[in-house]
């Protein structure tokens, strides 16, 4: 049973240039969670997918948007980037209330 | 706001026991969450916590005192593999809702 799939693992882009992360949840799951981890820093929730829709949002700006496909996987993408948004960004899928994440993407802006 | 509180960094010797605590201040409580991390890799699931009290599983321990708004994991037995860093999370209410971390504790087991 596969848990939850990131990509890509690693990737470098330059500030105010865009990405897209992917993320494929665990079977069975519907929900999909993006948080960001900065080096040093626990994980912060960026927003959740359900249903194809966003359904909950943390305190990220605009920048940052997302998809769910009728699959359930996701992603995340982040317009004009910032040094700041270096980090690891993680995905969580769910049922219920169990949690899986993913081992993540590590983004680094130059 | 939400407000969760970890120390930053333990040292323990191998063989020994640690307990790592966490405080949390949050706008709800539906439960918490802890999570061991290593380096680069994803957070796994270690213990859940609704009810006060003390949940045993293996060689690791999590308690729980809504009343003070505090947990601790606590970890027999120390291996070297145990070095990581421990995160605790707390969902703020009933469902599937995103989970709300603390910055972790880096444990490191020394010989």
């Known amino acids: 049973d596969a848990g939850v799939t990131q990509s890509p693992t690693h990737l470098i882009k330059t500030r105010g240039q865009q990405v897209t992360l992917r993320c494929s949840p665990k079977?069975?799951?519907?929900?999909v969670s993006w948080y960001q981890q900065a080096l040093g820093q626990g994980p912060q929730f960026i927003f959740q997918y359900y249903e194809e829709e966003e359904r909950q949002r943390g305190n990220f700006p605009d920048r940052f948007s997302g998809h769910q496909f009728p699959n359930y996987s996701s992603e995340l993408n982040v317009n004009a980037l910032l040094l700041g948004d270096s980090a690891l960004y993680l995905c969580a899928s769910s049922l219920a209330a169990g949690y899986t994440f993913g081992s993540g993407t590590r983004l680094t802006v130059v | 706001g939400q407000n969760i509180d970890q120390p930053t960094e333990m040292t323990a010797t191998e063989g020994a026991i640690v307990q790592i605590n966490c405080t949390y201040q949050t706008s709800g409580f539906n439960g918490l969450f802890w999570y061991q991390q290593h380096a680069g890799e994803a957070p796994t699931f270690l213990s859940y916590n609704v009810l006060d009290g003390l949940e045993e599983k293996g060689r690791f321990s999590s308690f729980l005192s809504r009343s003070k708004g505090y947990s601790y994991l606590l970890l027999k037995e120390l291996q070297m593999k145990d070095s990581a860093s421990y995160l605790c999370?707390?969902?703020?209410?009933?469902?599937?809702?995103?989970?709300?971390f603390g910055k972790g504790t880096r444990l490191s087991v020394i010989a």
């Open positions: 999370a707390v969902r703020v209410s009933s469902g599937n809702t995103p989970l709300v």
């Open positions: 079977s069975g799951h519907d929900t």
